[in-house]
């Protein structure tokens, strides 16, 4: 009995032997004696042609063969006639498997607008489209943890459940299972959590990185790769509720070795695309955005962009007054938007760069200050087309100053005590960022929408699935 192969090797393979293939129909055409059917089976973006005469594969089962339909086709692997390929299976037994009424099919030639596949997501997978975006998806996740793993990081996994907000922005999602039509109250007529599972109240996480840095004080190097949550109503095609952030942290590290790191790490995933995803990216750069290799392309050869803040406030407030408009002020102390990173990116160092020190009001708690008491040591990255996709900094390793500005931001001390004992037993200068695990994704297939690198977005009003 001949073993199916699939379709990704068949095509690669040498004409002569008797192959089993398995997939779903993409279209059928064809006349009287002969039927073209292109066939995919998702292990390349690229689909086999199957010859059906009609002489040799019955008039029924040929009518069963619909777009949608999946098959089983027996056959001899033979040299393509036509144009496109170098092989094709010339049938000798269809069996389908699953028939697809092409009146009911969600899946239309005439409507393929990504707006409309978002109110099919179920069914989106099958295109040609979001094959690409989950091969890619599913290369870029490997890449990371090959990075990670050459250079002996250690992956750590951190909690998804927690009482704690790293970030400090407040737009967690809560977890409970207490009664919401009977909630328990204390004295004091507020919500008495020691009732609730966990004895506290309880989020879903913002970020795995406070307990990364346990785990950095620990074993020197670690990286955190998970979904992370947001209840933030930020309804922008760059926002979603529910992401996969990477996060890695190092001992010994300082806010330059930190953005080195960052810098090397987004040139080895653009890199490993280009070798590794080649035939996906054409077909997403041909049809989604055609500047798309080319900007990947651009970004490895040379250094990216290092610039302070307080520089790029400069540069933006001179754009404007030489009268180039934005929707959002800009002055020193705020943060930038969207439309001011991607000035910065794309009109004024036309490559990736790299913020630095930014005013320690608009970061979190946790990041190192530096001399002049009104900056930390963060770094941003940002990259052509979207902007931000890495954000970190140093962290400030001295207990004295970490206490102060846990004070000064009225957050509670009792709370993170865990975390500053790193600063009272055996504290090391160290570093992290976080990547947006969809914001690299972006940058790597060119779709301008967030909802379409990820299989089952779940953003504000929308968690089907
Ligand atoms: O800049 P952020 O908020 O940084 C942190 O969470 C730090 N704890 C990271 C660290 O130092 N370990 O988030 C990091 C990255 C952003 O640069 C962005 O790419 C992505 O996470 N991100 C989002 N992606 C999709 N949807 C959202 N709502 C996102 N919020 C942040
Ligand atoms: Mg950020």
Same mark, same amino acid.
């Given at each position: ?45 690229? $689909? ?76 989106? %997978?099958?295109? $040609? ?77 913002? &970020? +795995? ?10 074993? +020197? ?7 992370? /949550?947001?209840?933030? $109503? ?56 055609? +500047? ?99 954000? +970190? ?8 100053? %970490? ?23 055996? &504290? ?13 994704? %972006? /940058? ?22």
């Amino acid at each position: 009995m001949v073993k199916r192969t699939k379709i990704k090797q068949l095509l690669a393979s040498a004409p002569g032997v008797e192959v089993l293939a398995k997939g779903w129909v993409r279209t059928k055409r064809g006349n009287k004696q002969i039927k073209f059917i292109a066939l995919n089976d998702g292990s390349t973006i690229n $689909n086999i042609q199957v010859v059906a005469d009609t002489a040799v594969i019955d008039e029924d089962t040929l009518r069963r063969v619909t777009t949608g339909a999946s098959l089983a086709v027996r056959g001899q692997l033979v040299e393509s006639v036509g144009s496109g390929q170098a092989v094709e299976i010339q049938a000798s037994e269809i069996e389908v498997l699953g028939e697809c009424d092409p009146m009911r099919f969600p899946l239309q030639k005439k409507d393929t607008t990504l707006e409309y596949l978002r109110s099919v997501a179920h069914m989106r %997978l099958r295109t $040609n489209t979001f094959g690409a975006v989950l091969r890619i998806r599913n290369a870029m996740a490997f890449a990371i943890h090959k990075f990670f793993n050459e250079k002996g990081f250690v992956y750590l996994h951190t909690p998804l459940i927690t009482e704690s907000d790293a970030e400090g922005a407040g737009d967690m999602f809560q977890v409970t299972t207490l009664d919401l039509k009977n909630i328990p109250l204390d004295k004091k007529g507020n919500v008495d959590f020691s009732k609730d599972f966990f004895g506290k109240k309880t989020s879903l996480t913002v &970020s +795995g990185q406070l307990e990364g840095e346990l785990g950095a004080t620990a074993v +020197g190097e670690i990286y955190t790769f998970g979904p992370t /949550f947001r209840a933030e $109503n930020s309804n922008t095609p760059r926002h979603l509720a529910e992401f996969w952030m990477i996060e890695p942290e190092m001992a010994f590290y300082d806010i330059v070795d930190d953005m080195e790191l960052a810098e090397e790490f987004v040139k080895y995933l653009v890199q490993y695309a280009l070798d590794n995803c080649m035939d996906d990216l054409r077909f997403l750069n041909d049809k989604y955005d055609d +500047g798309l290799i080319e900007r990947m392309q651009s970004v490895l050869g040379i250094p990216f962009q290092r610039v302070t803040y307080t520089e790029a406030v400069e540069i933006l407030e001179k754009a404007i007054a030489d009268g180039v408009k934005f929707e959002y002020p800009v002055h020193w102390g705020t943060d930038f938007q969207s439309e001011h990173e991607r000035y910065l990116v794309e009109k004024y160092f036309r490559k990736p760069v790299i913020l630095i020190d930014f005013p320690k009001d608009i970061k979190a708690f946790y990041m190192k200050q530096n001399e002049d008491g009104k900056t930390v040591a963060a770094m941003d990255c940002l990259v052509p087309g979207i902007g931000e996709i890495i954000g +970190g900094s140093e962290r400030e390793a001295s207990l004295e100053k %970490l206490e102060a500005r846990i004070d000064e931001l009225g957050m509670s001390r009792k709370n993170l005590e865990w975390y500053i004992d790193t600063r009272r037993y055996g &504290s090391v200068p160290h570093s992290g960022f976080g990547l947006g695990f969809e914001r690299l994704l %972006l /940058f790597v297939t060119g779709m301008s929408n967030i909802r379409d690198v990820i299989p089952f977005p779940r953003t504000p009003k929308n968690a089907e699935f």
